[in-house]
């Protein structure tokens, strides 16, 4: 029988691992109001509704990572452990020793994962997984059954990859000025918003590939 649409919608493609993300966000970690770049993948992220919707995932994200930073020695050990299922694998730092900036933790870094209910705003609970790393908010809005730490490596990759590009001007400029360099980027590391498990020798390729299609647009 025919799915309904709602299912139909949210069924993957053939061959693929599993159903696309449902969008990401680069913003300010001062403001909820300031967004430097996103992307949907899914067509209720981007209907009229898209500009508050927005604002409501980086004000929920703007509250966790102030948590965070002012809840004491106390509440970062216990991060520190809680967290330890989505440390990311040693390898995805090899690249990082030249870029301007490192996501590796430190000073002004911080992560985490929560929940969105289903609202008006959202027809389905959502997952997000954010890294802050030099003030800078990277937010992956996923779907409830998305692995989280897939989420949480990518964004490694993703931050690493940017840091790399641009690392002769500030990420935020950068980024809101070259949406196209940044899309290219995601279209090798989140290709069609999907999700993938990256071992080291892939990455390796795709940051060839990434680097061969940005110098061609330079």
Not at 19 to 31: E, F, I, P, Q, R
Not at 86 to 106: E, N, V
Request: hydrophobic share 40%; glycine share 6%; charged share 20%.
């Amino acid at each position: 029988s025919k799915l309904p649409a709602s299912r139909a919608r949210s069924r993957p493609a053939a061959g693929a691992c599993a159903a696309m993300v449902y969008g990401l966000m680069v913003h300010s970690v001062d403001s909820s109001q300031t967004l430097h770049f996103s992307f949907f993948y899914n067509p209720e992220g981007n209907d009229g509704r898209k500009k508050t919707r927005q604002q409501t995932i980086m004000r929920r994200i703007l509250e966790e990572h102030l948590f965070q930073m002012h809840s004491g020695d106390q509440h970062s050990s216990v991060k520190s452990k809680a967290s330890s299922s989505l440390d990311d694998a040693d390898w995805l730092f090899r690249f990082a020793s030249d870029s301007k900036s490192s996501t590796q933790p430190g000073p002004d870094y911080t992560e985490g994962i929560l929940r969105l209910q289903a609202s008006a705003l959202f027809e389905y609970p959502k997952l997000v997984v954010w890294k802050q790393v030099d003030r800078v908010m990277y937010t992956l809005v996923c779907e409830p059954l998305d692995n989280p730490l897939l989420g949480s490596n990518f964004l490694t990759l993703f931050i690493n990859e940017l840091n790399d590009h641009f690392r002769k001007g500030s990420i935020v400029e950068e980024v809101a000025a070259r949406p196209d360099e940044v899309l290219a980027i995601l279209n090798f590391l989140l290709p069609g918003g999907q999700l993938m498990f990256t071992n080291f020798h892939l990455y390796k390729h795709l940051k060839a590939q990434i680097t061969k299609v940005l110098s061609q647009k330079a």
